[in-house]
């Protein structure tokens, strides 16, 4: 990818991610359910105090997170923040009515003043389809029709709509409005190309949740986007990239604190969908070359600079809080993130 000119960065943004793990308290005792879901408002409150420019929720249908319905608790971190994006990571609008979607975000728009974000995906966790009534075998027809839907009440007026996955609609005018005229929309993209090109058919922004191996590998669905975006003619909106990491004062103390707890939670994650045991040598190899931004702020820093600088990216979401972290650890880390790593990688990328 061509270098860019060093104002081209000024623009950058740097946001939070969480599934709302669940966390430890001081003597080794896990969080509740209801008590996770605090944390994480108590998180988002920290991270806009500190300047962090969004927090982004995750959807789950499953015991080891928090979070079933992200803008229920945005709505709640909306009541107590003042600048912070509000945004879902992801939605998933496959096992969702895209007429209730709308409805959620235009109302979480307004009590938060304009600060809601769609982030729209397939789901790479399928717990909600059988949950709602949903056939796995119908995963791409769903979000195909759901999102064709969704962008035709993003105009905020009157639409017409039939096929195969919900009711039809005649001439529904859907409430509320928003303020500002429309809804900020962005898809989920894991590394699909139709994914992408689908995102630029619609004129969405995309986020590349890149949670493993090298991020140049994702380079060329960068430069897909562009073109899909000249070819179709819409807008080539600013890429964002969404990975998951953890920051302590030292790389060794962050390093132990992350790699049990991420085992932790890739394990049971991988219970259901048959994938082996993950490695030490794996999360090794994921912090020193891959995907993985463990270690100080200095080491973080200087990773996600080189990742915003290689693939272009507008916007930089670490996803923080995998396993059962100390809720104290977490809390310390989104400091550090907000008052040494965003600083830092904005030095970094001035000197570019």
Do not use: C
């Not at 995750?58 to 928090?66: M, Q, T, V």
């Not at 105009?155 to 005229?181: C, F, H, I, M, N």
């Not at 922004?205 to 960068?222: C, N």
């Amino acid at each position: 990818m061509a270098a860019k000119n060093k104002d081209t960065y000024k623009d950058v943004t740097f946001g939070l991610t969480t599934f709302g793990d669940i966390p430890v308290d001081e003597n080794g005792k896990l969080f509740t359910h209801a008590a996770s879901i605090r944390q994480v408002v108590e998180e988002a409150v920290l991270a806009d105090k500190l300047g962090v420019d969004n927090i982004g929720l995750g959807e789950h249908h499953r015991p080891d997170f928090s979070i079933s319905s992200p803008e229920t608790i945005l709505a709640g971190i909306a009541t107590r923040t003042k600048n912070i994006t509000l945004a879902t990571a992801v939605t998933v609008l496959s096992s969702d009515d895209p007429v209730r979607v709308f409805q959620r975000f235009s109302t979480l728009d307004a009590l938060s003043n304009g600060r809601a974000q769609v982030i729209l995906g397939r789901g790479s966790f399928t717990e909600s389809f059988p949950l709602f009534g949903y056939d796995l075998r119908d995963y791409n027809e769903l979000f195909e029709e759901k999102v064709e839907l969704f962008h035709a009440l993003l105009d905020e007026k009157p639409v017409s709509w039939e096929g195969q996955t919900r009711a039809a609609l005649k001439d529904a005018d859907v409430y509320p409005k928003t303020e500002k005229g429309r809804l900020d929309v962005a898809i989920g993209v894991g590394g699909s190309p139709e994914s992408v090109i689908r995102a630029a058919r619609y004129g969405f922004q995309v986020v590349f949740a890149i949670i493993g191996g090298k991020p140049e590998r994702f380079a060329p669905y960068v430069e897909l986007y562009k073109h899909a975006t000249e070819d179709l003619g819409t807008p080539t909106l600013p890429i964002a990239v969404h990975s998951p990491g953890f920051i302590a004062d030292t790389d060794e103390e962050a390093f132990e604190l992350s790699w049990p707890n991420y085992k932790l939670m890739w394990d049971s994650v991988g219970k259901t969908r048959g994938w082996p045991p993950y490695s030490y040598e794996q999360f090794k190899s994921e912090v020193n070359e891959g995907s993985h931004y463990v270690g100080s702020p200095e080491t973080v820093a200087q990773k996600i600079a080189k990742t915003i600088k290689t693939l272009g990216a507008e916007r930089f979401d670490l996803v923080y809080g995998g396993g059962n972290l100390p809720a104290s650890a977490r809390m310390k880390m989104i400091k550090l993130y907000g008052e040494k790593v965003i600083p830092r990688v904005r030095e970094l990328l001035k000197e570019s």
